[in-house]
């Protein structure tokens, strides 16, 4: 079982907008960063988000991230089939004094 | 730009050790906080352990404690992960990757924005 839960899988049409949840506690999310990445089969992955909110350079704008208390939150807009990968938050745990990431979530544009 | 270029795939037997080697080009590389992620076939990334050269400050997790090596060697530019004891289970996907903020957190608090290739290890007898 992962420290941060995210749901198994999303889905949404062309163009729609989906959001992918991080869930933690106070001893990872409620006191650190959270980032998150784009997984494709066969490659490594890609940073999407850093320090909850922010877009490496060359990351489109479609991309956002937010953190409120203990959660965290990936939305993705004006979805595009290219979209569909596996996404990952990722957070540091005082308790385990190590990263830690969520169990990945599978997005699928119908 | 930095790069990370991981050592080929490997095929070792239940028990035995495997040590992945990871090479940094560009960069400072002893501010680097890098990381060591795995993937096992059909599971999701697990973090395994970290490492900041330049405050020699080591990580692991607590899944990997005691069977888990993490350590870098400037002159070369290059982090190992070395893993013992190994199971079937160990079979995975192997990922160096580095965070390179110019003041490092501990390894695993920041974002991860340079990975290596991967490298495959399988476990087989």
């Known amino acids: 079982q992962s420290v941060l839960t995210q749901p198994p899988s999303v889905s949404g049409a062309p163009g729609q907008r989906v959001t992918i949840s991080c869930s933690g506690s106070w001893s990872n999310i409620g006191a650190y960063d959270v980032h998150w990445y784009q997984h494709l089969p066969g490659t490594a992955p890609k940073l999407l988000i850093y320090n909850n909110n922010d877009r490496p350079s060359g990351v489109p704008d479609r991309f956002s991230g937010s953190k409120s208390g203990s959660s965290a939150s990936l939305a993705i807009s004006g979805l595009q089939a290219e979209d569909e990968a596996d996404y990952y938050c990722?957070?540091?745990?005082?308790?385990?004094?190590?990263?830690?990431f969520g169990g990945g979530t599978k997005l699928t544009v119908l | 730009q930095v790069q990370l270029v991981q050592s080929g795939a490997a095929v070792k037997k239940p028990g035995s050790s495997v040590k992945v080697a990871c090479t940094a080009s560009?960069?400072?590389?002893?501010?680097?906080?890098i990381s060591w992620v795995r993937q096992v076939p059909g599971q999701g990334l697990e973090w395994m352990g970290g490492?900041?050269?330049?405050?020699?400050?080591?990580k692991y997790a607590q899944n990997f404690q005691g069977r888990v090596t993490i350590t870098a060697d400037e002159s070369t530019r290059t982090a190992y992960m070395e893993l013992s004891s190994l199971l079937y289970e160990a079979t995975a996907v192997y990922y160096c990757?580095?965070?390179?903020?110019?003041?490092?957190?501990?390894?695993?608090?920041?974002?991860?924005?340079?990975w290596g290739q991967g490298t495959l290890v399988t476990v087989s007898s």
């Open positions: 560009g960069g400072t590389f002893s501010t680097f906080a």
């Open positions: 990757a580095a965070a390179t903020e110019t003041v490092p957190r501990p390894p695993g608090a920041a974002g991860l924005d340079y």
């Open positions: 490492i900041v050269p330049i405050v020699h400050t080591t």
């Open positions: 990722q957070s540091y745990d005082s308790s385990l004094s190590g990263g830690v």
